[in-house]
């Protein structure tokens, strides 16, 4: 409102003096040119300066910075690209706050009250642009240490940075002069300015987050970066930097907290190079990766600017998911971690495949106010690769950025596995053999066969050279998953002149894949990969040239595309079993959201729950029922997992959506995620209102009846109607192992009759009862309630019939009913006659001496059975049966009481004890009974008798087992 209010009071006062400008003389002109100068243009300075003035575009392409948002994960403003920067055009309900023209990049906010997500659509949607993206909050890299010691200014401090020796700076300085005028630009929180060991050493240079103001240091960060740099050296004060003289640039880049947006990081390295920068340290550093800032990493070394950055300090946090930042994880951008001051890994420093080299963790540098300190963190770390960067290009002026950093990387010392490794890279910074060393244009060699490959961290710029037809260079490549594998490969020729053709092949394990030519000075190649080691070959076409080629390879990946892609839309979610499970899924592409849908016909309590393998991404999620808003979940930050509170599921269709929340558009990364589904289903119970006896649920017997205990006071009623005396069976099974359950049964008066208990871990309660025909009630209760599966419970009826629960309904009912009445059998334990049992030669003995007379007696001669002793139940029996002949005993003296007897033997001893005599016959009596046969006789004078008549087809089945039934019943017919 400011600039258009004094915009409006000029136009006006301009038309009043436009004839006057015209008539009067020169002085009168000057005059009020004066006056307009001092009523509007020292007033807008001023503002500006002061931060008053919002989102307008002066003509430099500056702007005030924006208002602090209350929310810090809140967008503040958005990158926008133009694919053609001619192309630009006014954007509706848009508005500008600043312009890179060197990026073709405009910072841009949606005007108050605009739809932010319909706004960021619209423009996403226009050919015009390339991309829009969150403009991201970086910060510093420092490990916020507190300094051991104080120390006075002034003091030479020399003794105390003991890394200096460790790095071999202090050996550099023994074989060049620590200085340059190679401009080095620290895009970070500012330089104090008036510090004794620094000013001396700083040139000109910009404040982005209060534009119009110093870049004075107000946090302390850049003027601990810069002491380690470039402290004064050989002055009689504090420390000593690497560079005693050098030309520091502060570009102020964040705020006083150590924070700031990425668009002004990308301003302050297109800052450093527009004004003649050749070094830039980058601090800083965020999980994201953006199209920003690789544009601007690009634009950096296209201009000859060596870009080093720190790795970050969270390794320790966050352990086997730790990842390099952005910056430091370009391929083209020096990535430097750190090492303890006994040359081993620091635990805190990130690893992965991006590190470059490491350099000394622990400084003592320069400090905010004048003082020096400890410091500690890869933001200590990257400084001290930019100075030695800057002494190698002081000695070797004409090196390109990729051969300084070849040099950085050819120098350090291997203090980790032997080679490059994840957390030191090619090893520790040496300063000294760094300015020594003879550079090689392939350290890669010997690499000329795939044993001797190379290893060739992915995401990472290497150098090389094939020396002629016959040389071939072999590099490896570990790819932790399945995906597609990009090799830019760059031949360095002179200006003007061809490039020999070149062949790169791929191969995995010894199969060879494919091959590809590259005939002009660069191309990219893209093979499909899977997990494990990949190969590539380079070779010239033509074994017979005799020249050089140095070559530039770049190694990028893309992980493959998930299991369950495409589901980009709610269109083409993933349909997932409603059930407990767990997926595992990645976001390949720029803006990936991955969808799936749930059919739940059951009830329940979902917890769903999102992890990450990565600090690259920041799990996210929504789910929400089909039709109804969906929750976000996103509580936490980078890799931290995400949960959802306990979801009350009712039947319907459900939708998840996982995303990465790191940014609104947010980059491929190379990583999983997992989705994790803990389904409790709950239960309703069918048979409820049952909670009072008068609701009791009326069983069928022998039906399965199946509950819930839903709440604390919940209590089932069943009910069963009993037509005869019957054996009870009643079973209560599926109990919850952690749950005690109990069953209490009523007669129609509500008086207990008996209770049982399922007890905790026993998921099964059962019990056999006689009860009276009559009604009865069963109250099923438990400790505690549960919902999330059924109990089972069931109640079966025997009817007692001449004492007896399992003949109902038998072909021999009758026949046995009438010999229990007439007691001359008798049954098993549980009320049980067991019909179909086979019977034994004792019991058949009984029931004949029962049924026809025993003439067994005290006086009796002993039996001459050594089977059968005085204490058996059947002695008496078997000696009244054996002394009328009805039965004999074996050949070997024994009698087998328990042996069971077959039809034929039955036959032959029911006979016997009913005097029947044998006919001896030429014919067969029956079909399966020879008239030879040892029984055929007795069989003979049966069937005349009508005592046995055999089976339908004339078969008599004499070898089979007879049955206690078939006994029964043969007894019974003679006795009635």
């Known amino acids: ?580 499970q767990t997926i595992t899924g990645n976001f390949h592409q720029t803006g990936d959201q991955d969808w799936f849908v749930m059919t739940f016909t059951q009830g329940g309590i979902l917890n769903v729950e999102m992890s990450t393998d990565s600090v690259r991404i920041d799990p996210a999620f929504a789910i929400g029922r089909a039709g109804e808003p969906m929750k976000e979940v996103d509580a936490g930050r980078e890799s931290e997992t995400e949960k959802s509170q306990p979801i009350t599921i009712t039947p319907g269709k459900y939708y998840i959506r996982a995303y990465n929340a790191v940014s609104g558009k947010a980059s491929p990364v190379m990583a999983e995620y997992k989705l994790k589904f803990d389904f409790l289903m709950v239960y309703d119970d069918p048979n409820e209102p049952n909670d009072k006896l008068y609701e009791a649920t009326s069983m069928r017997l022998g039906g399965d009846y199946v509950g819930v205990i839903n709440k604390a006071d919940d209590v089932d009623w069943f009910q069963i109607r009993l037509n005869n005396e019957s054996i009870v069976n009643m079973k209560l099974d599926d109990v919850p192992k952690d749950r005690k359950m109990k069953l209490e049964v009523y007669d129609k008066k509500q008086k207990l009759l008996f209770d049982i208990a399922a007890a905790k871990g026993h998921t099964t309660a059962t019990t056999n009862r006689k009860l009276a025909a009559g009604v009865y009630y069963i109250k099923l209760t438990s400790d505690k309630p549960f919902t999330d599966q059924y109990y089972h419970f069931s109640v079966h009826a025997d009817p007692i019939i001449a004492g007896f629960r399992d003949i109902q309904g038998h072909w021999a009912q009758n026949a046995i009913a009438g010999m229990a009445d007439k007691k001359l059998i008798s049954g098993y334990g549980e009320y049980r006659f067991a019909p179909d049992r086979p019977i034994t030669r004792a019991e058949a003995v009984s029931i004949l001496t029962k049924a026809f007379g025993s003439k067994a007696s005290n006086s009796s001669p002993k039996l001459s059975f050594n089977d059968v002793k005085a204490s058996h139940w059947a002695r008496n029996a078997i000696a009244s049966a054996v002394s009328q002949e009805w039965v004999k005993g074996y050949p070997d003296g024994k009698f087998a009481p328990d042996r069971p007897i077959t039809r034929a033997e039955m036959a032959t001893m029911f006979g016997a004890a009913n005097e029947v005599k044998g006919i001896a016959s030429v014919t067969a009596p029956f079909i399966d009974v020879k008239a030879d046969n040892w029984a055929a006789p007795m069989l003979h004078g049966l069937k005349k008798t009508g005592w046995i008549g055999g089976y339908p087809d004339n078969s008599f089945k004499p070898n089979r087992n007879a049955s206690r039934a078939e006994f029964a019943a043969l007894v019974f017919r003679a006795i009635y």
């Open 1 to 580: 409102m400011i600039n258009r209010k004094y915009s409006a009071s000029f136009r006006k006062l301009k038309q009043r003096t436009r004839a006057a400008f015209s008539r009067e003389a020169p002085s009168f002109r000057c005059l009020v040119l004066l006056l307009l100068f001092c009523l509007f243009i020292l007033p807008l300075q001023n503002m500006q300066a002061a931060g008053m003035v919002h989102g307008k575009v002066n003509p430099d392409g500056q702007v005030s910075p924006l208002t602090e948002s209350s929310d810090p994960d809140e967008p503040r403003s958005w990158l926008l690209k133009w694919r053609d920067p001619a192309a630009a055009v006014a954007l509706p309900d848009t508005e500008v706050l600043k312009r890179q023209p060197a990026a073709a990049v405009e910072v841009i906010r949606p005007v108050e009250g605009a739809d932010t997500e319909q706004w960021l659509k619209r423009l996403s949607g226009l050919p015009e642009v390339e991309y829009v993206q969150q403009n991201g909050r970086v910060q510093v890299l420092t490990a916020n240490v507190k300094p051991s010691v104080k120390v006075r200014p002034n003091d030479p401090e020399l003794s105390k940075q003991s890394y200096l020796e460790q790095i071999g700076a202090k050996r550099a300085w023994e074989k060049i002069t620590p200085e340059t005028d190679m401009k080095i630009a620290l895009v970070d929180t500012g330089i104090d300015l008036k510090h004794p060991d620094l000013k001396d050493n700083l040139v000109e240079g910009t404040n982005l987050v209060r534009p119009g103001r110093s870049p004075q240091d107000d946090n302390g960060h850049g003027t601990n970066v810069a002491g380690v740099i470039a402290a004064a050296g050989n002055n009689g004060e504090g420390v000593a930097g690497i560079l005693w003289k050098a030309k520091l640039m502060p570009v102020k880049a964040l705020d006083s907290d150590g924070f700031g947006d990425e668009d002004q990081l990308g301003e302050g390295v297109l800052y450093a190079v527009k004004h003649g920068a050749k070094i830039v340290v980058l601090a800083v550093g965020l999980y994201r990766e953006s199209p920003y800032m690789r544009d601007i990493v690009k634009y950096a070394e296209s201009n000859g600017v060596l870009l080093v950055a720190a790795t970050g300090n969270d390794g320790e946090k966050y352990g086997s998911k730790i990842a390099v930042k952005y910056p430091a994880g370009y391929p083209t951008v020096l990535a430097v971690a750190g090492a303890s001051s006994d040359n081993k890994p620091v635990k805190r420093s990130n690893s992965g495949s991006e590190v470059d080299i490491a350099a000394a963790w622990t400084v003592y540098t320069t400090k905010l106010g004048g003082g020096y300190g400890r410091e500690e963190g890869t933001s200590m770390a990257a400084p001290q690769a930019a100075a030695a960067a800057a002494l190698v290009w002081l000695k070797y002026p004409s090196l390109k950025p990729f051969q300084i950093r070849e040099i950085l990387r050819q120098s350090a010392k291997d203090i980790g596995p032997k080679g490059w490794d994840e957390a030191t890279g090619y090893g520790l910074l040496q300063i000294d053999a760094a300015l020594t060393d003879k550079y090689s244009a392939d350290a890669n060699e010997p690499n000329n066969t795939r044993a001797a490959s190379t290893v060739f961290p992915l995401n990472s710029r290497i150098a090389g050279q094939l020396a002629g037809g016959a040389d071939k260079d072999w590099f490896v490549l570990d790819v932790p998953y399945d995906g597609m594998l990009s090799i830019h490969f760059q031949g360095l020729v002179s200006p003007g002149s061809p490039m020999p053709p070149v062949m790169l092949t791929h191969y995995t394990a010894t199969k060879k894949h494919s091959a590809i030519g590259v005939k002009i000075g660069s191309k990219t190649i893209e093979w499909p990969v899977s997990k494990g080691k990949n190969y590539i070959e380079l070779r010239l076409n033509d074994q017979k040239y005799e020249g050089l080629l140095p070559y530039l390879l770049t190694a990028e990946f893309t992980i493959a595309p998930d299991d369950f892609e495409p589901n980009d839309k709610i269109s083409q979610a993933s349909t997932l079993a409603p059930r407990s």
